[in-house]
């Protein structure tokens, strides 16, 4: 399963952010391209980092405030 139940926890820098979505990138949370190599129908979400400050990133897909975490996968 390429999704995970839990978000990515990072301490992300200021700069233009290209974060997974479609669960398959091997350099989580950052997209490594893998939804175009499998056809997978998802794009990166693009983010724009203003400061420095730890985040949470959606690992299990199912967020409504992508790319961050909003607990969803507490929901079941």
Do not use: R
Not at 2 to 7: A, I, R
Not at 33 to 62: M, Y
Request: aromatic share 6%; proline share 7%.
């Amino acid at each position: 399963m390429p999704y995970n139940n839990e978000p990515t926890v990072v301490d992300e820098t200021e700069g233009i952010k290209h974060y997974c979505t479609c669960g398959e990138s091997s350099n989580k949370p950052y997209c490594d391209g893998s939804h175009e190599k499998l056809n997978t129908g998802k794009l990166p979400k693009e983010f724009k980092i203003t400061e420095a400050k730890q985040v949470a990133i959606c690992d299990c897909g199912k967020t409504g405030t992508g790319p961050f975490c909003d607990g969803s996968h507490l929901k079941g």
